[in-house]
């Protein structure tokens, strides 16, 4: 079956410091990878997605790339800043309904 | 436009008792879900509509859940009866519809606690 796996956190960063969040998948075909960001006492919300292999999705400074290769959807940002602390999740859709399966979550914590 | 609507937000109750959760998908979204997220991990799918019809229910626990979307707009997830490791938060989502890569809109959830 399908499955997600991404870097336990939390990740303590300060503001400006570069992030990296690694994420790698298992699944057949040619799935749609997404990150998902749920900032506090807030629900998930779409942060980026890439469809294919080699796409990158980019917003709000953050951006990955969809790299078949390496079954992988790493999420960075040059610059990251306090409002961004928040729970990012990878997720994966497939042909089959377009169901979503996530990763276990990362926490980021940033300090000024 | 409004969002993924869900209620109630927060729902105590006692082991053994009944419980509804109910939702409102974005206007003329079709396809709607409903996630179940226990604490500290991803959210994992229960059951998936297409309009009015329940097309992937496999993993949801049919001896105590159960789910309905009638007309295909709204739609109530209910627990008869709960049990303590039911205790999580219950996410719905809709899309327009369900071809790979279109963007899953999630409501804010239900966080439940069985006493």
């Known amino acids: 079956g399908n499955s997600v796996t991404q870097m336990e956190g939390p990740v303590t960063l300060s503001e400006e410091a570069f992030l990296t969040i690694n994420c790698t998948y298992t699944a057949t075909g040619y799935p749609s990878l997404f990150w998902y960001v749920q900032y506090p006492g807030e629900g998930l919300q779409l942060l980026l997605k890439a469809t294919k292999a080699d796409d990158k999705g980019s917003n709000k400074g953050f951006e990955a790339t969809y790299r078949k290769e390496t079954t992988s959807f790493h999420l960075e940002k040059g610059s990251v800043q306090v409002s961004d602390s928040a729970v990012y999740f990878c997720?994966?859709?497939?042909?089959?309904?377009?169901?979503?399966?996530f990763g276990g979550g990362t926490r980021l914590m940033v300090k000024p | 436009e409004a969002g993924v609507v869900q209620s109630p937000r927060y729902k105590i109750i006692e082991k053994k008792q009944p419980v509804a959760f109910w939702c409102n998908p974005i206007?003329?979204?079709?396809?709607l879900y409903w996630y179940l997220q226990n604490l500290g991990q991803g959210p994992e799918l229960l059951i998936r509509?297409?309009?009015?019809?329940?097309?992937?229910d496999s993993q949801l626990p049919k001896d105590r859940f159960s789910a309905e979307r009638l007309k295909g707009v709204d739609s109530t997830l209910k627990i008869q009866p709960a049990e303590l490791g039911d205790s999580a938060v219950y996410l719905c989502?809709?899309?327009?519809?369900?071809?790979?890569?279109?963007?899953?809109?999630f409501g804010p959830g239900t966080r439940l606690l069985v006493l």
């Open positions: 997720a994966l859709s497939d042909n089959a309904g377009n169901m979503l399966t």
């Open positions: 509509y297409e309009n009015e019809e329940a097309v992937d």
């Open positions: 206007s003329g979204h079709n396809t």
């Open positions: 989502a809709s899309s327009l519809g369900s071809d790979r890569g279109e963007t899953q809109y």
